[in-house]
């Protein structure tokens, strides 16, 4: 064991297929696409995304609640009270001052924005909300985080575009290795199932256009895919010293043994053709665990269906490792929830590690000839896995990934 591993004690999921981490998982195991037309959305030339079902935050919240907040925020916090339940913390055992926040966010959600930039743009200007902006400035994931949960330490908010949640979670790793904290509530949420960015998506190419076949239409790594889909969810890990987890006898489910990121210095929205920035985090995200290629078993891609960085994405996987272990994508059944999404997929990680277990990627039917992966299709995978990597990668060029080790 690592001095420079922490314990993951706790995880939260609300996602596309369902909110709390079983439901999230079963919907994996299945295999299937959880996009389907979203009628908020209709008009647009892309109509469809992968909505959390049933989610009501009033029910979830309360009403007094969940009146001020926005989508985003409301989901982080189901996400939140959830992993700190499952890692049987709370204000009994933990000192607030020791226990920090940190978040990953990209844009937050733009519903709200929304629908006072009509009001604005109506005449209407005094019919504003005062709560326009609590609402939804970015930080206030992080900030509602904390109050709810009454916590007092470090609480902040990072935004590295889709790496956003995966970045959270390595920034949270540096908190308790430091001695800044015992306790970090870390992960991203996202909700991008709003017009402006199926409009602003759709307009650089970056969407699936399959309206008349939305269930088939986030598949990577396919020689079929065509873009990405629209999504929203949450993702929450609870993180500990290795020290403070032992001293209350808390097992984990796993340990976050190392942490990489880099920057591809080359393009605004597009990825190094040859995955050159994404390999260096790799190999960052290794050294920093003190562990070779050889002794990763399993590799959670950032896989989001577009051409370009399915496929750069795949070119820095065989630089790194030469023969890439098992690989499965979840955005495939989840869609991409953009700065949720690495804290969603880490937390897929842990969950594959637990049960040991690959979950499939959606919609697979002809692999790229080009993608020279062992990409786990169709139906879950059972492996014997001590180690798997959480890739992580966005806009900008920015990367992270997050390396996992199974509990012995």
Same mark, same amino acid.
């Given at each position: 064991?690592s001095?420079r591993?922490?314990?993951?004690?706790?995880?939260g999921?609300?996602t596309?297929?369902?909110?709390?981490?079983?439901?999230?998982?079963?919907?994996?195991?299945?295999?299937e696409?959880?996009?389907a037309t /979203?009628?908020?959305?209709?008009g647009?030339?892309?109509?469809?995304?992968?909505?959390?079902p049933h989610?009501?935050?009033? /029910?979830?919240?309360?009403r007094?609640l969940?009146?001020?907040l926005?989508?985003?925020?409301?989901?982080?916090?189901?996400?939140?009270?959830?992993?700190?339940?499952?890692?049987g913390?709370?204000a009994?055992?933990?000192?607030?001052?020791?226990?920090g926040?940190v978040l990953?966010?990209g844009?937050?959600?733009?519903?709200?924005?929304?629908?006072?930039?009509t009001?604005?743009t109506?005449?209407?200007a005094?019919?504003?909300?005062?709560l326009?902006?609590?609402r939804s400035?970015?930080?206030?994931?992080?900030?509602e985080?904390g109050?709810?949960?009454?916590v007092?330490?470090?609480?902040l908010t990072?935004?590295?575009?889709?790496?956003?949640?995966?970045?959270?979670?390595?920034?949270a790793?540096?908190?308790l290795l430091?001695?800044?904290?015992?306790?970090?509530?870390?992960?991203?949420s996202e909700?991008?199932?709003?017009?402006?960015?199926?409009?602003?998506?759709?307009?650089?190419g970056a969407l699936?256009?399959?309206?008349?076949?939305?269930a088939?239409a986030?598949r990577?790594?396919d020689?079929?895919?065509?873009?990405?889909?629209?999504?929203? %969810?949450? %993702?929450?890990?609870?993180?500990?010293?290795?020290?403070?987890?032992?001293?209350?006898?808390?097992?984990?489910?796993?340990?976050l043994?190392?942490y990489?990121?880099?920057?591809?210095a080359?393009h605004?929205?597009a990825?190094?053709?040859?995955?050159r920035g994404?390999?260096?985090?790799?190999?960052a995200?290794?050294?920093?665990?003190?562990?070779?290629p050889?002794?990763?078993?399993?590799?959670?891609?950032?896989?989001?269906?577009?051409?370009?960085?399915?496929r750069?994405?795949?070119?820095a996987?065989?630089?790194?490792f030469?023969?890439p272990?098992?690989?499965?994508?979840v955005?495939g059944a989840?869609?991409?929830?953009?700065g949720?999404?690495g804290?969603i997929e880490a937390?897929c990680t842990?969950?594959?590690?637990v049960?040991?277990?690959?979950p499939?990627?959606?919609?697979?039917?002809?692999?790229?000839?080009?993608?020279?992966?062992?990409?786990v299709?169709?139906?879950p995978?059972p492996?014997?896995?001590a180690?798997?990597?959480?890739?992580?990668?966005?806009?900008? %060029?920015?990367?992270?990934?997050l390396?996992?080790?199974a509990?012995?």
């Amino acid at each position: 064991m690592s001095a420079r591993e922490v314990a993951v004690t706790g995880l939260g999921l609300v996602t596309p297929a369902g909110v709390g981490a079983a439901a999230t998982w079963q919907g994996l195991l299945r295999g299937e696409s959880t996009a389907a037309t /979203e009628p908020s959305l209709a008009g647009l030339p892309v109509d469809f995304c992968c909505r959390v079902p049933h989610f009501d935050a009033a /029910e979830q919240l309360g009403r007094r609640l969940s009146w001020r907040l926005d989508r985003c925020a409301a989901m982080a916090l189901v996400a939140a009270r959830e992993a700190v339940k499952d890692a049987g913390l709370g204000a009994g055992n933990w000192d607030p001052v020791r226990v920090g926040v940190v978040l990953g966010v990209g844009t937050a959600s733009m519903e709200r924005y929304e629908a006072e930039f009509t009001k604005l743009t109506e005449g209407r200007a005094t019919d504003i909300s005062p709560l326009a902006i609590p609402r939804s400035v970015p930080n206030m994931v992080a900030g509602e985080v904390g109050m709810d949960l009454q916590v007092r330490g470090p609480n902040l908010t990072v935004s590295t575009a889709c790496a956003s949640g995966a970045t959270a979670l390595g920034t949270a790793r540096q908190l308790l290795l430091t001695d800044a904290c015992d306790v970090v509530v870390a992960g991203g949420s996202e909700s991008l199932c709003s017009r402006v960015p199926a409009a602003c998506f759709h307009q650089m190419g970056a969407l699936s256009r399959r309206a008349d076949d939305p269930a088939g239409a986030s598949r990577p790594f396919d020689a079929d895919r065509d873009g990405f889909v629209l999504a929203e %969810g949450a %993702g929450v890990l609870v993180l500990e010293r290795l020290e403070h987890a032992r001293s209350r006898g808390a097992r984990p489910r796993a340990y976050l043994s190392g942490y990489g990121a880099s920057c591809d210095a080359y393009h605004f929205t597009a990825p190094h053709p040859e995955g050159r920035g994404a390999a260096e985090a790799l190999s960052a995200a290794l050294d920093d665990a003190g562990i070779e290629p050889g002794d990763v078993h399993h590799v959670n891609a950032h896989g989001t269906s577009t051409v370009l960085n399915d496929r750069a994405e795949a070119l820095a996987l065989r630089q790194v490792f030469r023969r890439p272990p098992p690989v499965t994508a979840v955005k495939g059944a989840l869609g991409h929830s953009a700065g949720g999404a690495g804290a969603i997929e880490a937390a897929c990680t842990v969950l594959t590690l637990v049960e040991q277990v690959i979950p499939p990627t959606a919609n697979l039917r002809r692999q790229d000839p080009e993608i020279e992966l062992d990409v786990v299709a169709k139906v879950p995978r059972p492996l014997p896995m001590a180690a798997a990597v959480s890739n992580a990668f966005g806009f900008g %060029g920015q990367n992270a990934v997050l390396v996992f080790r199974a509990v012995p």
